[in-house]
């Protein structure tokens, strides 16, 4: 199937392990969310990343202390390693989008994507972080609004930066020849 009018490259073992390792920690992530959810939190961890308000997030924190569940902070912990592999998978996969784009600007487009996901992942992990002590400190009122702004710096790195790699991507259509591609 052609991407913008260009015949794919094939992935490498190497990516490909990593999107399979990848892959299986988000589903562990998301079992692991599952059994947090109850009426009250529908959303599960999610609810507790995005509860900027200190009452807010001593309710969530106050519910899972009356169903007696470590899970909050076990998901948070698995998602640590989700955290790392997707940052390296998406590293891996920027650079394999940008083998066969040799341009000056196309390779300061790359960098900036690469770091944008780089700075995405470090927000994931701080907002764990933030979490985590939030879990640990429910009656400090810092940590939740802390999670939340982490919270939008994962989310803007992520995106922007997967937008700059499409770009660059979708920029020229003309790659290198299929038989000077590496395996």
């Excluded at 959303?43 to 106050?62: I, T």
């Excluded at 998602?79 to 998978?89: E, H, S």
């Excluded at 002590?133 to 939340?148: D, G, K, N, S, V």
Aim: contains cysteine; charged residues 20%; aromatic residues 10%.
């Amino acid at each position: 199937m052609k991407l913008f009018g260009v015949e794919p490259r094939p992935w490498s073992h190497r990516l490909r392990w990593l999107a399979l390792l990848t892959g299986a920690a988000l589903v562990a992530v998301m079992l692991t969310n599952q059994y947090l959810a109850s009426p009250e939190i529908p959303q599960h961890v999610m609810s507790y990343e995005l509860a900027d308000e200190p009452e807010r997030a001593e309710r969530l924190h106050r519910q899972w202390q009356r169903n007696h569940t470590p899970l909050p902070e076990l998901t948070l912990w698995v998602d640590f390693v989700f955290i790392g592999l997707y940052a390296v998978f998406l590293v891996a996969l920027a650079n394999h989008f940008l083998y066969d784009r040799p341009g000056i600007r196309e390779r300061k487009a790359g960098r900036l994507a690469k770091v944008l996901l780089v700075v995405g992942a470090l927000g994931d992990a701080a907002e764990n972080a933030f979490l985590i002590t939030a879990i640990h400190q429910p009656e400090t009122e810092l940590w939740p609004p802390m999670a939340t702004v982490a919270t939008l710096v994962k989310f803007t790195g992520l995106l922007v930066g997967g937008a700059c790699l499409l770009v660059v991507r979708a920029a020229r259509r003309q790659p290198v020849q299929p038989e000077d591609w590496r395996h």
